[in-house]
Protein backbone atom coordinates (compact mmCIF):
# COMPACT_ATOMS: atom_id res chain seq x y z
CA UNK A 1 0.00 0.00 0.00
CA UNK A 2 1.29 3.22 -0.84
CA UNK A 3 0.33 6.54 1.10
CA UNK A 4 0.20 9.91 -0.50
CA UNK A 5 -0.49 13.00 2.23
CA UNK A 6 -1.38 16.26 1.40
CA UNK A 7 -2.95 19.30 2.75
CA UNK A 8 -0.30 20.99 4.51
CA UNK A 9 0.64 24.72 4.17
CA UNK A 10 0.93 27.81 5.88
CA UNK A 11 -2.09 28.96 8.81
CA UNK A 12 -1.86 31.76 11.69
CA UNK A 13 -2.56 30.57 15.10
CA UNK A 14 -6.10 30.11 15.61
CA UNK A 15 -6.51 28.84 11.77
CA UNK A 16 -7.65 25.66 10.71
CA UNK A 17 -6.08 23.18 8.46
CA UNK A 18 -7.37 19.73 6.94
CA UNK A 19 -4.62 16.85 5.88
CA UNK A 20 -6.07 14.20 4.05
CA UNK A 21 -3.85 10.51 3.26
CA UNK A 22 -5.04 8.61 0.54
CA UNK A 23 -4.10 5.10 0.35
CA UNK A 24 -3.62 2.65 -3.35
CA UNK A 25 -5.41 0.44 -1.81
CA UNK A 26 -8.73 -1.00 0.11
CA UNK A 27 -8.33 -0.82 3.57
CA UNK A 28 -8.30 -4.00 5.69
CA UNK A 29 -10.89 -3.94 8.77
CA UNK A 30 -8.18 -4.15 11.40
CA UNK A 31 -6.13 -1.61 9.89
CA UNK A 32 -4.50 1.09 11.73
CA UNK A 33 -3.56 4.31 9.84
CA UNK A 34 -2.23 7.15 11.79
CA UNK A 35 -0.57 11.09 11.49
CA UNK A 36 2.80 11.71 12.93
CA UNK A 37 4.98 14.85 13.25
CA UNK A 38 8.05 16.11 13.52
CA UNK A 39 9.23 19.44 14.45
CA UNK A 40 12.98 20.28 13.49
CA UNK A 41 15.39 18.87 15.76
CA UNK A 42 12.60 16.88 17.48
CA UNK A 43 11.85 13.11 17.50
CA UNK A 44 9.04 11.97 15.15
CA UNK A 45 5.91 12.06 17.34
CA UNK A 46 2.43 10.16 17.55
CA UNK A 47 -0.05 12.76 17.15
CA UNK A 48 -3.86 10.46 16.11
CA UNK A 49 -4.56 7.34 14.80
CA UNK A 50 -7.55 5.16 14.00
CA UNK A 51 -8.46 1.59 13.35
CA UNK A 52 -10.15 0.96 10.02
CA UNK A 53 -12.90 -1.10 11.95
CA UNK A 54 -13.46 1.23 14.85
CA UNK A 55 -11.58 3.25 17.80
CA UNK A 56 -9.37 6.48 17.19
CA UNK A 57 -6.79 7.29 19.45
CA UNK A 58 -5.13 11.23 19.92
CA UNK A 59 -2.21 12.34 21.88
CA UNK A 60 -2.88 14.82 24.66
CA UNK A 61 -1.45 17.70 23.20
CA UNK A 62 -4.31 17.45 20.44
CA UNK A 63 -7.44 16.47 22.01
CA UNK A 64 -10.20 18.42 22.04
CA UNK A 65 -8.26 20.34 18.70
CA UNK A 66 -7.81 17.36 15.84
CA UNK A 67 -9.99 15.41 14.52
CA UNK A 68 -9.10 12.16 12.50
CA UNK A 69 -11.83 10.66 10.64
CA UNK A 70 -11.74 8.14 7.57
CA UNK A 71 -13.55 7.66 4.56
CA UNK A 72 -14.09 4.41 3.33
CA UNK A 73 -14.68 4.58 -0.31
CA UNK A 74 -11.84 6.69 -0.90
CA UNK A 75 -9.27 4.85 1.67
CA UNK A 76 -8.38 8.09 3.02
CA UNK A 77 -7.99 9.64 6.16
CA UNK A 78 -8.35 13.05 7.19
CA UNK A 79 -6.93 14.80 10.20
CA UNK A 80 -9.09 17.91 11.04
CA UNK A 81 -6.78 20.36 12.56
CA UNK A 82 -8.65 23.31 14.74
CA UNK A 83 -7.14 26.67 17.58
CA UNK A 84 -3.31 25.87 15.88
CA UNK A 85 -0.83 26.64 17.74
CA UNK A 86 3.11 27.75 16.36
CA UNK A 87 4.16 24.45 18.14
CA UNK A 88 1.93 22.38 15.84
CA UNK A 89 4.38 23.49 12.99
CA UNK A 90 6.28 20.63 11.36
CA UNK A 91 5.94 17.73 8.71
CA UNK A 92 3.12 15.45 9.29
CA UNK A 93 3.39 11.90 8.01
CA UNK A 94 0.72 9.46 7.59
CA UNK A 95 1.10 5.97 8.23
CA UNK A 96 -0.28 2.53 7.99
CA UNK A 97 -0.55 -0.93 9.14
CA UNK A 98 -2.53 -3.90 8.68
CA UNK A 99 -2.34 -4.34 12.75
CA UNK A 100 -1.16 -2.71 16.00
CA UNK A 101 -2.28 -4.01 19.24
CA UNK A 102 -4.38 -0.92 20.48
CA UNK A 103 -1.14 -0.12 23.65
CA UNK A 104 1.52 -0.22 20.69
CA UNK A 105 -0.07 2.59 18.48
CA UNK A 106 1.59 5.75 19.56
CA UNK A 107 4.92 3.49 18.40
CA UNK A 108 5.81 4.62 15.06
CA UNK A 109 8.14 1.36 15.14
CA UNK A 110 4.55 -0.30 14.55
CA UNK A 111 3.54 1.21 10.81
CA UNK A 112 5.33 -0.71 8.00
CA UNK A 113 4.02 1.68 5.49
CA UNK A 114 4.42 5.83 5.40
CA UNK A 115 3.64 8.86 3.30
CA UNK A 116 5.87 11.04 2.29
CA UNK A 117 5.29 14.18 4.83
CA UNK A 118 3.17 17.34 4.47
CA UNK A 119 4.70 20.63 6.24
CA UNK A 120 2.27 22.35 8.16
CA UNK A 121 3.78 25.80 9.40
CA UNK A 122 1.62 27.86 12.03
CA UNK A 123 3.04 31.64 12.51
CA UNK A 124 1.98 33.67 15.92
Known amino acids: VQLQASGGGLAQAGDSLRLSCAAS????????MGWFRQAPGKKREFVAA???????YYADFVKGRFTISRDNAKNTVYLQMTSLKPEDTAVYYC???????????????????WGQGTQVTVSS
Open 95 to 113: AADSYIIVSAIPDANQYDC
Open 25 to 32: ARIGSKAV
Open 50 to 56: LRWSAGK
